[in-house]
């Protein structure tokens, strides 16, 4: 069964920093990755996805994460937080087209001034 | 730029009672679902809807449950009873048939059972 491992729930950086938050997959197939994020009180915005393309994936809001499939993970990151960022973000995966997202516990991303 | 909406923002009940949640999905999308997440917790899938049918659901979507898609645009979860466990944000998603596997969530419905 597919799932998702978000290592540390929540993430404390300084204003400029580099931001890394963890993601690990499970999958017995090619996996669709996403990283979701979620400002307080509202919904869940698309950052960036991995469809089997290119491994490194540009966002929106200056993320990016890589795919490595021999560590079978999608960690994002980005170079310089900014305040703005601080939110929570989920990873998930889908295993086929029109299947259920799987989330991760979602990390929660702290930025301090 | 073409959105996922949902109504009511917020929705109080008495447990019980039964309640509509009503989401729009964009336009041209085929593919629907309905998510859930409960306070301080993850994003859980609920059901997945395709032409005209439930297409994959989870154990948390029992017999309390159903969807429905009544016209051309909305798509609809009801909860038959709610318990107070059914209190939570309530996300609608819709995806196209073909391209990038994304789905578009719309802002949530928060349900609260009393």
């Known amino acids: 069964a597919q799932s998702v491992t978000q290592l540390g729930s929540h993430v404390s950086v300084s204003e400029g920093a580099l931001v890394l938050l963890r993601c690990n997959y499970s999958s017995s197939v090619p996996p669709y990755l996403f990283w979701y994020v979620q400002y307080p009180n509202q919904g869940l915005q698309l950052l960036l996805k991995y469809t089997s393309a290119a491994t490194l994936v540009k966002g929106i809001n200056g993320f990016e994460a890589e795919f490595k499939k021999s560590e079978t993970s999608f960690h994002l990151t980005k170079p310089s937080a900014h305040m703005s960022d601080a939110a929570e973000y989920f990873c998930a995966v889908i295993p086929k087209q029109g299947g259920k997202l799987i989330f991760g516990q979602g990390t929660e991303l702290s930025v301090k001034p | 730029e073409p959105e996922v909406t949902q109504t009511p923002s917020h929705q109080v009940t008495q447990m019980g009672q039964e309640v509509i949640l009503r989401c729009v999905p964009i336009s041209n999308h085929l593919y629907f679902y309905w998510y859930r997440q409960i306070l301080g917790q993850k994003v859980e899938f609920l059901v997945s809807f395709y032409n005209n049918e439930i297409s994959e659901k989870s154990e948390i979507f029992d017999d309390q449950f159903s969807v429905e898609r009544p016209d051309g645009s909305n798509f609809t979860l009801k909860i038959r009873s709610t318990k107070l466990e059914d209190s939570a944000m309530y996300f609608c998603?819709?995806?196209?048939?073909?391209?990038?596997?994304?789905?578009?969530f719309g802002p949530g419905t928060r349900l609260t059972v009393l």
């Open positions: 998603a819709s995806s196209a048939v073909s391209g990038g596997y994304e789905q578009f």
